[in-house]
């Protein structure tokens, strides 16, 4: 997945997000619309984490494409 792809991959993230959002229309989500939208932060998290890996390899002279998405418990525990 080159940057554009992970770019592309992370507005239709967002916009799933921001739909489902808009469906609960501040209330509670049901349960299932709830695990929906721990998963897309859990994906718009690897998607990010990714896309940073690619640029720093670039940066360092390295191949982007060594690049690869790390799994939900290793992104979830870094600080923001």
Not at 24 to 44: C, F, H, K, M, Q
């Amino acid at each position: 997945m080159d940057d554009t792809e992970v770019i592309r991959r992370i507005g239709a993230l967002v916009d799933e997000e921001h739909a489902l959002e808009a469906r609960t229309a501040g209330g509670t989500p049901d349960e299932e619309t709830a695990e929906r939208l721990s998963a897309i932060e859990v994906a718009l998290d690897q998607c990010w984490d990714l896309l940073r890996q690619r640029r720093a390899r670039r940066e360092m002279g390295q191949d982007p494409d060594d690049a690869a998405v790390r799994p939900p418990d290793v992104v979830e525990r870094y600080q923001q």
